[in-house]
């Protein structure tokens, strides 16, 4: 659009046509302050703390519901405009409590800053304040009517926003305010973004609230570590004891992919950081039972057992699982422990998505992965099977504003009319279980389309439907764990025009284990294993045989044939439901946060740091790498990157082979890879210097790990900076996985929903009280109902 | 069923059918009922809408806007229906005049309405009444089946091909939907919150569609300028004040009345219509537009009554209701009475008319029972001001402005309630005297708690 | 929940008057009210559920409008106007007159639910004030004797 010029407090500027005031102001710094107004949400004009003074016009206007006209001349800084500003902000208070030290928002509060900035320093109060007490809205929501200034930022964020609509405005003049859908309590998706955008203290937390102030936190941005969307989360941390405890979630930081979403897991589930059944101290079976035990007794118990069968059996008697929510370092070093240390392919994960088959579809087109950011402004979106309400809720947020913003054209295809069929331009209800189908339709197949044929599909529908999308230019496809192999191979193949792919994984590295290699036949970048040697000289070694996937690992445990089996960060006996007694003779290694059911079944377990506690990098489903930080702590457990080396270096193996050392850190390396938490000194690098020694050399340092990765991974050559500066990388697809076109049969969905998040969702106290009050409320309905 | 007045200074228009049983479509017809719409029929959009402009009508819903650039402003070409509002919700205190228009000349209104629509091409009508006014829902009813029944609506109008249809709909308890953007909302099913403007309804009004919204005594002024002409109805006022008004009369007078009268009559003969100053008492003050509109002293009142005088003088004809005030009222408990209703009336939606009334309301409480502090009198002026031109749309400046006048011009009744001084107006022996704060009962005055 | 067949009549005459459902709403609720006395939270979910909105959508607009109440009140609504031209002849003495009768203040009902009370704003009057609605029936140049005469007639019409 053309631009408009207009001057603002004697400022020229320009901004194009079509802009509001309030943002062209912000454009060259002139703040206007504002309570209702928030970007990408709908337009109120309630709050009146925007008025400015435009020329021509008799009385003061809103700048955020003026669009800027050529020539308009406007003041913002003017006696009238500080006057209007400050008797809104008298007004407001009125009513509001005056009791900022004992706030919750206290410290964080819009409003004390806006009086800070604008206000009167006395009150001309004399009358009573009107009073509500403060409500329970669910577990994780409280009222407090007094404080609410009725800026109906959190109605609309939860309704337009999250198409949840479960907050709104009742009563009238002043006794409006601010009411759940089910008349005394919330029934929502309960993802706290009403919380986390209101301007004051009126919406508060029941996993944070009066538990510290604000600016007694550090806080940390990392990437959550539930689902595979990879959003960024801000973790505010405090010092206790013995080192850093996490206090809460939230996404004050909104440069991440999410911008202002998070979901109730990336905001509250980290909770069963402190479980008191967290593992903190190594297990090792002695007479039957697992016994607590010193470090040094388990891992050289480990190594031992390791190298008698790795010498006696080979390699190929031992099997590795590794983790979908893991690091990529930790994952890279896992496969490449499997195959230089133990000498054996025998690698698998729990798979939920077919990224080989999606690898191999896409070989030889760059550009064709949609990153998370694609999907917020692509002109339009086709969305087969999945459920990202649930599943996906970032993507979900992505495509709801997208449509809601833009304009984009949604196309459903799905065996139910999912939530998301209400933002869509086309849905196309199929049969159950016929999502290959309806791609192998889509990709020209026309002999696929009997087997879509419903009630609501109709053949003309179906053509319809296939006739618009081949219309679409720039489309994003996004498909989940129901496409697999080649119908997920033709769908990719058969769209062109700029269309771009997301294969829906589930877990919050399960793309990040695949591209790192946790697979029996391919190495990491879904390279074949004939081409090990490119790793570097001590790969040719790497056996040129696929090794075991889980399924055959289990069977050879079963013949007596599988004597060791290291498992990270998974849980597989519950997943798979295997036969405990197939693993009655494999010398099992648990590394976990738990006493999972594997775990149970081990020989020696080793407590490991959760994501939160860490630093490294995940990739989530769409290929987009970031990085962690480490936030907090957990005192005796230890990173899986340095119990893998540790075990590497008690079997007697050249440490140097398989992590890197390297003494320069990464170039901007402020002292991250020692958890050096932002904002701080890194006093060990101070200290180093001065003395004249070298900077510390580690050999757990998770980005001399990832500086590896991006040397040697396929598509993971990206800007170091970019990731430094806590942004978002698109990685490329530039693997080849060849012969992958049959159908993933180990593919098996977690089935996770907004509340659950396997074992740590079922350790976390605010996931489990979500999931009770939802269970409790129709049944106390139902009796209401009846007593009447 | 409210009683009719006359005088013999009266110019009867609009209530030219009051009393005469025109409720009955066939004495309507009589009546020369549906003769301007089937001549608006025959005169096309422009020709309609350049007749009103000439009948320099001006709207009577308390605005005065000039209700034919009103209906220019509406697009010719739109994608979406376009619509035609009669707004019937008359709420402002004081206003009594929309109610017999219903009342005796249902048919006047529905005509308004059709001629209206062909004028910015609109096919649908909607009258809207506030719920209170049940009985004339049931008049516009039936007077509406019946023009359905005799083919004055519906499709193909008076045989013209034109099609028109009408319904008559109700609101329920809410003054703020007489605000036009709130109304529409009202009708969509909402709540009754103004909308943001730009833009404006005649482009993007309900349903989305371009709207026309008139008041009610506006629309039933058309058919007589449409059958009378342009220039004489602007003949019967003054200079860009067309023809008469319905005005309401009321208070402390003898005889209190809805009585028709030429814009810019006098308002001290005005008084005298309602047969003067009741109980030998004299005149303090006069409200001349509704609760809205800044006060006149008793020296103030040699005035024409028309939109323009009366801006010039400080106030606003507003909706036609005439408050007379005699001089046994206590203006502080006035300017109280006048608060608790925009207290109780605002919507809420933006911050300055939600907490400025209800603060005003509290202060002006306190103030009144004797518990007033020297400060409040200036708090008082500071608050309104700062609502004054702010708020989301005109109710803040309803409220605004009686109380800034109020202040203004009776500054010493204020001073003679300070000090724990008794209400100067006030039975004593009646009334509970309260000491400043002590014997506030927050339990009873916070209106949060009152609500549960 | 089925409404009588009047109403339900005249529910299905007013869908047919608006190009959305959703513009049925406040009429309903206010019909719905004058047959079941108040808007019940059954009432609430039927609208909602007709109209195609949440009981939250509704709850919104019940709790907008003034003549919406969700709680039963007396048979007999007495709303006494004392905003400015009704104050100005008298209202506050036949609201006082009227509290003192039936021993209720403003927003309270009679023991024998007969009687609510309620003192409301401005009811288009003003000509004729003071003056109060007795449900929808309109009461104008009240004194306290025409009060009595009121209240009378409606107790005598209960007992009969």
Known sequence: MADVNITVDGRKLTAPAGTLLIEACKSVGIEVPSFCYYPGLSLQGACRMCLVEIAKMPKLQTACTTVIQEGMAVTTASDTVHQARKAMLEFVLQNHPLDCPVCDAGGECELQDMTFSYGASESKLIDFKNHKDEEQWSPVVFFDRPRCILCYRCVRVCGEGMDVWALGIQNRGALSLIAPNQDDHLECEECGMCIDICPVGALTSGAYRYKT????????????????????????????????????????????????????????????????????????????????????????????????????????????????????????LLQKFARLVLRTNNIDHHRTADFPAFVNALSG????????????????????????????????????????????????????????????????????????????????????????????????????????????????????????????????????????????????????????????????????????????????????????????????????????????????????????????????????LFLTETADLAEVVLPAACAYEKSGSFTNTCGDLQLLRKAGDCEGVKPDLEIIVRIAELMGFDIQQLAPLDPSGMRADFGESRGVQSGEVDQQAIWNRRQGYEPRVSPFNPFAVLKEIQRVVPGYNVGQLELLSGNDVHTATAGRAPGKTEADRFILPSHENLFTSGTLGRYSDVLNRVIEARLRLPNEKEKEIAAD | MADLVSHPDEVRVVSKRFGEGATDIDRYLALDGYKATQKALTMGADAIINEVKASNLRGRGGAGFPAGMKWSFVPKQSPKPKYVLCNGDESEPGTCKDRLIFEHDPHSVIEGVIIAGIAVDSHQGYIYLRGEYRYLIEIMEKAVADAYARGFLGKNIFGSGYDFECAVQTGAGAYEVGEESALMESLEGKRGIPRIRPPFPAVVG??????????????????????????????????????????????????????????????????????????????????PGGSSVPVLTADETDIPMDFDALMKAGSMLGSGAVVIIDDSTCMVKYAL???????HESCGWCIPCREGTDWLKKTLIRFHSGGGVRRDIDNIQYLAENMLGRTFCPFGDAAAMPTISLVKKFRQEFEDHLEGKPCPYEDHGKIEHLPVLTAWDHRTADPWAQAH | MQFSDQLEKRFAELQTHYPIKRSALVPMLLYAQDEVGHVSDEVVHEIAARLD????????????????????????????????????????????????????????????????????????????????????????????????????????????
């Open chain 1, 365 to 592: 087109r760059a550009h064709a992965t949609a990153s998370m950011r694609d999907v917020l402004s692509a002109p339009a979106v086709l969305l087969i099977g999945n459920d990202p309400t649930y599943q996906h809720p970032l993507l979900a947020w992505q495509i709801r504003t997208n449509v809601r913003l833009h304009g984009a054209r949604l196309y459903v295809v799905n065996s139910w009319p999912i939530k998301l069929t209400r933002q869509a331009k086309e849905f196309l209800q199929i049969p159950e279980g016929a999502e290959d189908k309806a791609a192998a339709f889509l990709a020209g197949d026309d002999s696929a389309a009997d087997a879509l044929l419903t009630s609501k599909t109709t053949r003309e529908k179906l053509a319809g439907f296939r006739e618009k999308l081949q219309g679409e230019q720039n489309l994003v496809v996004i498909f989940g764990s129901e496409l697999r192999g080649q119908e997920l191979a033709a769908l990719v193949r058969a769209a062109a025009r700029g269309a771009k792919y997301i294969c829906l994984g589930d877990h919050a590295n399960s793309r990040g284990a695949a591209d790192m290699g946790l697979y029996p036949d391919l190495l990491p970048g879904y390279l074949p294993l004939s081409e090990a040697a490119r790793f570097g000289e001590p790969w040719k070694s790497v056996p040129q045989q696929p090794g075991m996937d889980l399924e055959a690992m289990v069977a050879a445990g079963k013949e007596r044939k599988l004597r060791t089996l290291y498992v990270v960060g998974s849980n597989p006996v519950a997943r798979y439901a295997i036969d405990p007694f197939a693993l009655a003779e494999t010398f099992v290694v648990v590394e976990d």
């Open chain 2, 337 to 343: 009475r006048v608060m608790k209703f925009y207290q």
């Open chain 3, 53 to 160: 909105l949440t009981d939250l959508e509704v709850r919104n607009v019940v709790s907008y409008y003034s003549m919406l109440h969700t709680k039963p009140i007396g048979k007999y609504n007495i709303q006494v106007c004392t905003n400015i031209s009704c104050m100005l002849r008298g209202a506050e003495k036949v609201f006082d007159h009227i509290r003192q009768r039936l021993g209720i203040g403003h927003k309270q009902d009679t023991p024998d639910g007969l009687f609510h009370l309620e003192e409301v704003e401005c009811i288009g009057a003003c000509c004729w004030a003071p003056a109060m609605q007795v449900n929808y029936t309109y009461h104008e140049n009240l004194t306290t004797e025409k009060v009595d005469e009121v209240l009378e007639s409606l107790r005598k019409k209960e007992t009969q």
């Open chain 2, 206 to 287: 309900l349903y989305g569609g371009p709207t026309v919204i008139n008041n009610a005594e506006t629309l039933a002024n058309v058919p007589h300028i449409i059958l009378g002409g342009g220039e004489w109805y602007a003949s019967l006022g003054t200079p860009k004040n067309g023809g008469t008004r319905l005005f309401c009369l009321s208070g402390s007078v003898n005889k209190p009345g809805v009585y028709e009268l030429p814009m810019g009559y006098n308002l001290r003969k005005m008084i005298e219509v309602a047969g003067g100053i009741w109980n030998g008492r004299k005149l303090k003050a006069v409200q």
């Open chain 1, 213 to 332: 102030r604000p600016w007694e936190m550090n806080h940390v941005s990392t990437v959550c570590l539930h689902c595979a969307d990879g959003c960024k989360t801000t973790l505010g941390v405090r010092r206790q004891g013995s080192g850093n405890q996490i206090v809460r979630g939230d996404n004050r930081d909104k440069s991440g992919i999410n911008g202002d979403f998070l979901c109730i897991k990336g905001r509250y589930a980290f909770d069963f950081i402190e479980h008191p059944d967290r593992l903190k101290q190594p297990l090792v079976r002695k007479n039957g039972t697992l016994t607590p035990a010193s470090w040094e007794e388990a891992l050289e118990l480990v190594a031992l057992r390791f190298r008698e069968a790795r010498d006696t059996d080979g390699g190929a008697s031992m099997g590795v699982i590794g983790s979908s929510r893991t690091t990529n370092e930790e994952n890279y």
